[in-house]
DNA sequence: CCAAAAGTGTTTTCGTTACACCCATGC
DNA sequence: GCATGGGTGTAACGAAAACACTTTTGG
């Protein structure tokens, strides 16, 4: 007979039956770059999916917190600590993976490409233009397509955007990368009321160089308005949005 | 030496090391009634929160989707089926239940209480007013806030509520409805002409009967205006919100 | 002087809020 | 007739959208 399991507020089986699950973390890690929303995939080195991209992602170790494990998985990755990262989901259907049962929590994270460097040459690691990204390994798309969502939503209300960008920027990179979010264009002289009238930026009083047309100023994010780390979970929400 | 698993894409331990997670599932079941928002909840057996509230999970078992997972227990607990969830947020952390390594992942759901008959003497079920409900069991007071929020930010631009009512309702039911949740008293005035505005009722040129006072009229929610099920991923998001 | 993008205000529209009086019913 | 809640409209405000011309720089 079976073992009765410290699970019978739960169920009936014995609990070896249900100690049989691993558990992964996929990161889907967004950059800009070249007026263009990106995501760091790597290329897919299992059977079923060989060729395939995939996402970043890797088991949770057995007494590893889930969070831990995607900052870690981050921290290897690109090696960033100071990264903005945010759970998004989970997705579990039986057959997702071909190994077993193997559930994963979809995060996802937002970081300025230019400050670090991969060793893009191994392991097929690429930053993949979003817009233009078709099949991928596992249920992968379908997690792109959900942190894609998530990001859209919440880029109207806290300004997550600031991750993805350099520490000094013009109000056009910053409207070029809006406008590659959402795919769509913006007005520009209501984009720049807002974003003053919303006092996230601090003017730094210098001008870019190096441009071919007249320069325009530089600004930085105006860190002290909010916490330390810029987080989704601040509740720091503005009832006004960044739309059109 | 240690064999080399399946997931040697992920990381470097056996597969045995990994796939000894127990998934499981919590719903907040959330109802309606006495002008209370109010949650189901059972005292938890085990011993290390013996006597303390517990929100109603079950693991998911090993071939079982996630989400259908949660549409059982929501069927067992309450015998109904066709319910309004809606999954919400995954937790883990190492300790968080002390039969081992269990990672639950948090549904809301929204159910008419008088729809159904709970055997309410068994086995210590319950519904609970939420604004009324301190110690629970495990993680779950941590996990039934963060239901509520989301639930919060939910009712503002999708027609989730009318899950909670009956066929048949009044604007005063549903304007205390939306005080119930959002914790905050509404103008009456605005409240009704949002509504119309929105088209979300469909008035039943029938009035309240028993109460004593002048009796309000009847509407019903306008479903054709939405998809059959209506859920909380349809993009029918309006731009106006029901804010005060 | 030409190309390219920076910088700048006003008007209209629309949704949100605040607010007070009469009406219908049960008791 | 009294208590309770039902039903109704308007004015002021504020956010969002639409829209065009002048300026500065590099080449």
Redesign the pocket.
Same mark, same amino acid.
Not at 187 to 190: A, E, F, G, I, Y
Not at 211 to 217: D, S, W
């Given at each position: 007979m079976k073992k009765i399991s410290r699970f019978s507020h739960f169920g009936e089986l014995g609990d070896k039956d249900y100690f049989r699950i691993a558990l992964s973390v996929d990161c889907v890690i967004f950059g800009f770059e070249d007026n263009e929303l990106k995501v760091l995939v790597i290329k897919c080195n299992l059977n079923e999916y060989k060729g395939k991209w995939s996402l970043l992602g890797d088991l949770v170790k057995p007494d590893e917190d889930i969070e831990t494990a995607s900052y870690r998985i981050l921290k290897e990755r690109t090696g960033l600590n100071d990264v903005y990262l945010e759970q998004v989901r989970t997705f579990g259907k039986p057959g997702r993976h071909p190994a077993g049962r193997v559930i994963t929590v979809a995060y996802f994270s937002l970081v300025n490409i230019k400050n670090h460097k991969l060793k893009l040459s191994d392991n097929e690691l690429h930053w993949h233009p979003v817009n233009d990204i078709q099949e991928m390994a596992f249920d992968h798309r379908e997690i792109l397509q959900c942190c894609l969502d998530q990001l859209r939503e919440k880029i109207e209300d806290y300004p997550l955007v600031f991750n993805l960008l350099p520490g000094k920027f #013009?109000?056009?990179e910053l409207q070029c990368l809006y406008e590659a979010i959402l795919n769509t264009k913006l007005?520009?002289?209501?984009f720049?009321?807002?974003f003053f009238m919303m006092d996230w930026l601090i003017d730094l009083d210098e001008?870019e160089v190096d441009?071919?047309?007249?320069?325009?100023?530089l600004y930085k994010f105006n860190q002290e308005k909010f916490g330390k780390a810029v987080s989704g979970m601040d509740r720091n929400k503005r009832?006004? #949005?960044v739309?059109?």
């Open positions: #013009s109000l056009r007005d520009r002289r209501n720049r009321k807002k001008l441009v071919p047309h007249r320069p325009g100023k009832t006004n #949005s739309h059109r």
